[in-house]
């Protein structure tokens, strides 16, 4: 019986539990769901932060639904070297965190949370920007590669600015947070490129030059006499390339070299050009220079080389005669009308011109004198000496061969005097290796004299004059010389010898010259 009842007690008690949760009756119903989580999106103020400890972004909660203000968002940082603000109460529907850092070179995924929602974000941080210019310099019109490192993960963050204006590309990713950009320059001389991380003031910059070889020409061509006054003009031109009129190219010079300006404007056909002198012999390098482009030109300056020479060696002292001083450049010949200087040692003499100018590398100028002497005409390092005598009375011709003859047994020649002069009747003798040879001429017979030697044995000539010919001289004053024709040499075997008027040496001694 006490068994019974227990079962009976606890069948009762479940009915009773079973019939309160049915609502005990039918006066029960269904409980109310809990509130839906709020809803909301992330947005960032900019992507890209410097890292300087000041710069920040705001990180916003925006609530797509009405939310009570208060209402919490929780914001977190995956890296702890990111400051941001942690607990934020919504105002409004938004609930907006600042965030920054220092020294971090790395994107930073930031996190926030509204009861059971949670949304992220990602933000660069870069400590700074760095441009190179893995191609300093490049000609114009060609691309320049410029290496970019920074931790922005879109190249399109990257600004990439040239000035002067050249064209640009956006970097592209070459990993590591490294990337590459090009630059290529329209004009001549440097352009700073400057790369910059949108949304901030971080940048940097690097140069590009773009040069080229600058074209030289030089007129006129070949070498110059190094005399201060024998000049070229050097020019320089960039050739497919436009040189606005009036930009100035710098030119330098070596070994002395003297420029008429050191510097000079471009004009409307894209040339500068300068003229070069110099006084000091050698090889000077001239050198034009733009805005890092370069041109070279070498200009050969000689040593002036040229000869003093005289008409005549001897002129009589009545300051009438007159002597021609001719200057004959023998090397490099000047341009035409270049200046020759001429002066005369002593003083006494008189030049009839102390400057005269050239016509194909010669110049000339005339001396005479009143006074007897001898006298120096000097034309820069070359001279001639040339005396001046009183009016003689009497002269001696010496001649002799060159080179020496064997074997001489006959000769015969004639002597032609200087025009304007007379002689009078005079002398004639064998010499040296000639004594004893017969020897007949007629110096009395006019200004033309017949001279003839015979030797029966024949004889060897040597350096010494072999016939001496005495004059009297009735005015002015004779100068004889051998006539290209009539001349006959044999040996002693009547075997002709060849001679011509080069052969011949003759020296004149007048009676008056004592110097």
């Known amino acids: 019986m006490r068994n019974q009842s227990l079962v009976v007690l606890l069948l009762g008690v479940f009915l009773a539990v079973v019939v309160s949760g049915c609502g005990g009756g039918g006066g029960g119903g269904n409980a109310a769901p809990p509130p839906s989580a709020p809803q909301f999106v992330l947005s960032a103020s900019k992507q890209n932060v410097l890292s300087n400890g000041s710069d920040s972004a705001l990180v916003t909660a925006t609530f797509a639904s009405t939310v009570p203000n208060g209402t919490v968002v929780n914001f977190s940082t995956d890296n702890s070297a990111a400051v941001i603000d942690k607990t934020v109460q919504a105002a409004s529907g938004k609930a907006t965190a600042s965030v920054k850092a220092t020294n971090l070179n790395a994107p930073v995924v930031i996190t926030a949370t509204a009861g059971t929602v949670s949304k992220t974000i990602t933000i660069n941080f870069s400590s700074t920007v760095s441009a190179n210019a893995a191609t300093p310099t490049v000609a114009p019109n060609t691309p320049a590669t410029i290496n970019v490192v920074s931790s922005v993960t879109d190249p399109s963050q990257l600004q990439v600015t040239a000035t002067p204006a050249a064209d640009t590309t956006i970097p592209t990713p070459a ?9 290529t320059p329209q004009t001549l001389g440097p352009v700073t490129v400057t ?52 930009e100035v190219v710098q030119f330098t010079a070596t070994n002395g070299a003297v420029l008429s300006s050191s510097s000079a404007p471009v004009d409307a056909n894209g040339l500068a050009a300068v003229n070069v002198t110099s006084s000091t012999p050698g090889t000077s390098v001239v050198t034009a220079s733009y805005k890092g482009s370069t041109g070279t030109a070498n200009l050969v300056f000689e040593q002036p080389q040229f000869s003093v020479t005289a008409s005549k060696g001897i002129g009589l002292a009545d300051n009438t005669d007159t002597i021609t001083i001719t ?10 009308g270049t200046a020759v ?35 120096t005409v000097t034309a820069a390092s070359a001279s001639a000496t040339v005396k001046f005598i009183a009016q003689p009375t009497a002269m001696d011709a010496f001649i002799g061969l060159t080179p020496a003859v064997t074997g001489l047994a006959s000769l015969q020649f004639t002597l032609v005097n200087s025009p304007g002069a007379t002689f009078t009747g005079g002398s004639e003798s064998a010499l040296n290796e000639a004594t004893g040879s017969l020897i007949v001429a007629n110096p009395s017979s006019g200004t033309d004299t017949i001279i003839g030697l015979i030797s029966g044995t024949g004889f060897n000539t040597g350096t010494a004059p072999i016939i001496k010919v005495s004059y009297g001289i009735a005015s002015g004053l004779p100068g004889v ?26 020296t004149v001694k007048y009676n008056t010259d004592t110097f």
Not at 327 to 336: K, L, M
Not at 344 to 371: H, M, Y
Not at 490 to 506: E, R
Request: glycine share 10%.
């Open 327 to 336: 200057a004959t450049f023998t090397g490099t010949a000047p341009a035409d």
């Open 481 to 506: 010389q051998v006539s290209p024709s009539g001349i006959s040499a044999a040996n002693s075997k009547f075997q002709p010898i060849t001679l011509n008027q080069q052969n011949f040496v003759v």
């Open 195 to 246: 790369v910059s991380i949108a949304g901030t003031s971080d940048s940097s910059s690097t140069t590009v030059t773009a040069v080229m070889p600058i074209t030289m020409m030089v007129s006129p061509a070949g070498n110059l006499l190094a005399d201060g006054t024998s000049k070229a003009t050097v020019t320089a031109s960039f050739p497919g390339i436009t040189v606005p009129a009036g």
């Open 341 to 375: 200087n001429f002066s005369v040692t002593p003083a006494t003499a008189t030049l009839g011109a102390a400057t005269a100018t050239t016509t194909k590398g010669v110049a000339t100028t005339t001396l005479k004198s009143s006074t007897p002497g001898v006298f």
């Open 175 to 183: 990993g590591n947070g490294q990337f590459t950009a090009t630059v």
